[in-house]
């Protein structure tokens, strides 16, 4: 069970920021493709700016979460 609640953990803390980035760089090159083609598809270059709000969301909240967690747990073995 210990095992399980580590690998969890780990996988929160490293995994989900990881996809949040990779989720914004792709939702960026698609909004950064679709701004010249924007007369040609509306619904498209819509879409692709929903994703990139979205996406820049997601990241900044879980990397700002992680480095306060590192942050806190710095602070805390300098104290000790």
Known sequence: MERVAGFLIVFFYFALPAA??????????????????????????????????ASAIAATVLVGLCVGIYLMLVAAVAHM
């Open 20 to 53: 949040a980035v990779i989720w914004f760089v792709v939702s960026l090159v698609g909004f950064l493709k679709h701004r010249t083609r924007r007369e040609e598809d509306p619904d498209g270059f819509v879409a692709w700016r929903r994703s990139l709000i």
